[in-house]
C-alpha cells in the first residue's frame, strides 16, 4: 500500500507570491491534516479535513487555506508569502477521524523556501 | 494556553544504553499522548498513543509512560542503536467542540547515539 504523498517536494517562491501544495492519503484514508515546522516553533497544526469539511484549525492567519476533494486528496494555499512562511510543510492521513486512536501516518513533507 | 514541553532538549549516549525522555503537559481537556520519531529530512513516524487510561504502551525498544494525574510522560529507549538518532517528539490532543481534536507539538528532544 503506498504511503502518504507530497507534492512538489521542494519550491522557492518570493514575497507576495501565492503556493499551492498537495497531498494524496493512504488509500481508504479520510482525514487529512496539515503541519508547519520550522527550527524556532516546531510543528504547528494548521488544519484537519475529513470527508471534505474542515474539522479543525490551528491558529493561524486567513492567508492559509486548504481543501479536500472528495478522493480525499488535500491542497493547502498559502496568499501573499512572507518571509516567515518558509518551512517544511507536512501533511498526515488517518483511518477514520481524528477522534480515534489510530496510527497517523506523515508524508516526507514539501520544503518551501520564500525569498 | 495549552503548552507541551520537553526535556532534555538534546541527549548523546554511547551505543547499547539505555535512556529516558521527558515530556510535560497542560493541555485539557486532554485526549490522548502520542510520541513520534522523525529522522532529519522525514517526516514523523508514529511509536506510541496513550489514552487517559493507559500508563504503559510499548513498541519494540520503546516504552512510554503516562502520568495523567502529574500530566507527565517519558518516553524509555532500551539497549539503544545508531538508528535511534532522530529527534523525538511529544504531541498532546485536546477535546475540542463538536468531537474535533487540536494537537500541541512539543519541541523536541535530539538523540545521538554513537558507536
Known amino acids: 500500500k503506498a504511503g502518504v504523498t507530497q507534492t512538489p517536494r521542494y519550491l522557492i517562491k518570493t514575497r507576495g507570491q501565492q503556493v499551492t501544495l498537495s497531498c494524496s492519503p493512504i488509500?481508504?484514508?479520510?482525514?487529512v491534516s496539515w503541519y508547519q515546522q520550522t527550527p524556532g516553533q516546531g510543528l504547528q497544526f494548521l488544519f484537519e479535513y475529513f470527508s471534505e469539511t474542515q474539522r479543525n484549525k490551528g491558529n493561524f492567519p486567513g492567508r492559509f487555506s486548504g481543501r479536500q476533494f472528495s478522493n480525499s486528496r488535500s491542497e493547502m494555499n498559502v496568499s501573499t508569502l512572507e518571509l516567515g512562511d518558509s518551512a517544511l510543510y507536512l501533511c498526515a492521513s488517518l483511518q477514520g477521524d481524528s477522534s480515534s486512536y489510530n496510527e497517523q501516518f506523515f508524508g516526507p513533507g514539501t520544503r518551501l523556501t520564500v525569498l | 494556553k495549552n503548552q507541551v514541553e520537553q526535556s532534555p532538549q538534546s541527549l548523546i549516549i554511547l551505543e547499547g544504553k539505555n535512556c529516558t525522555l521527558q515530556?510535560?503537559?497542560?493541555?485539557?481537556?486532554?485526549?490522548?499522548l502520542r510520541w513520534y520519531k522523525q529522522d532529519t529530512g522525514r517526516g514523523p513516524v508514529s511509536l506510541t498513543i496513550m489514552t487517559f487510561s493507559e500508563n504503559t504502551k510499548s513498541n519494540g525498544r520503546y516504552t512510554a509512560t503516562l502520568d495523567a494525574d502529574t500530566k507527565q510522560s517519558s518516553l524509555h529507549i532500551t539497549a539503544s542503536q545508531l538508528s535511534d538518532s532522530a529527534s523525538y517528539i511529544c504531541?498532546?490532543?485536546?477535546?475540542?467542540?463538536?468531537?474535533?481534536?487540536?494537537?500541541?507539538f512539543g519541541r523536541g528532544t535530539s538523540l545521538i547515539v554513537h558507536p
Open positions: 504531541v498532546v490532543s485536546a477535546r475540542g467542540s463538536g468531537g474535533s481534536y487540536i494537537p500541541t
Open positions: 488509500s481508504g484514508h479520510r482525514s
Open positions: 515530556c510535560n503537559y497542560t493541555v485539557s481537556p486532554f485526549s490522548n
